[in-house]
């Protein structure tokens, strides 16, 4: 596990690209935010095409001045609700190739990799895993061998789920909710590497008097630390004003 980690060299904290478009910012002020974060350690990014905001992101990328030094985590599903009838691997294959063309990038980071059903349910998920697992597991490795993705987490949706992906040795962590009101993969955040996503539940542990929410915010992110095998954390930064928080935090690092 220390191995996967050194190699992925993931920043504490990775700036969640979810509600840029939401929060109805520019092109250049995605720019300016990217450069204000990768200043204060925040050189890893998430992003899905999913988003509302993924043009805008892509478009604000390209005009960083350190792009090529931005690790990336990419969200990616396979299968992908209605539009897939199971695992593909040529629909996984190419979803990777039109990230790695939109991002610029040689490599993937991180492949967040979702098994999707409509609805949702472990039922079906967890029969697209036996039904279709050898080519599950030669499309991973291939990637990995191609040089395409350096490693693949799991967005799991249940721990049912999480544990049997796990069982894959393609597999290499769990990505998913960690916060003090979020326990439920707690146990995989300290034996598994582990991505947390929504430290703040949502923002609901954060008060909205500004002289409280920096010691707030580090106390979530503390708790998230505590976990032994957390690698990175989640978050959605949208604003200068919100970096302060994190430049403290790491600061005290």
Known sequence: MEGLIKELNLSSISLGTMRFHDKSLTAKQVTK???????????????????NSYS????ALKTVSRKTDIKHIVKLASPHFEDDDGFSTKKLVQRVENQLKALDIGQIDVLQWLVRSKPINDEDRLATLENQKQEIKSCLSKL????KVKSIFSFPYSVVFAKEVMEFEEVDGIISYLNEEELEYATFANELPFIAIRPFFAGKLISKDVSDSTKEIHQCLDFVDSHDSVITKIIGINSAEQLLPFKTYFDTM
């Open 33 to 51: 935010l990217i450069e204000s974060s990768f200043d204060i350690g925040i050189t890893t990014h998430h992003s899905s095409f999913e988003y």
């Open 56 to 59: 805008l992101y892509t478009s």
């Open 144 to 147: 990995k061998k191609q040089g």
